[in-house]
């Protein structure tokens, strides 16, 4: 009878000095929901990974690059790393004028 009248007491203890700032029962710790609250005190959305960037619009980018760069290892590059792309065609042509 004494060891589970310590017992609860000793949990009970535990309890009141864990306070309210750590993490309750199946939650968030209490300090990350008042991070993620906006100034209304609303709890906010959860942090969300940004938009994929457009595939084409990265090639045209490389491209741009390999074509600025003007090198033969530039376009070697390009055309091996994106060759069926309609940019590889005009890297192919920037190699053929490049040996000439």
């Not at 993620?36 to 084409?56: L, Q």
């Amino acid at each position: 009878m004494k060891r589970s009248l310590l017992l609860a007491g000793l949990f009970g203890t535990l309890t009141a000095l864990a306070g309210r700032d750590h993490q309750p029962f199946g939650g968030l710790p209490v300090m990350v929901e008042k991070a993620n609250a906006d100034e209304n005190g609303k709890a906010g959305r959860a942090p969300s990974m940004p938009m994929a960037r457009d595939p084409a619009v990265a090639v045209a980018e490389e491209y741009e690059a390999a074509r600025r760069k003007g090198t033969r290892e530039a376009f070697e590059l390009f055309i091996a790393r994106h060759g069926d792309d309609p940019l590889a065609e005009q890297a192919r042509a920037e190699l053929k004028r490049l040996s000439r």
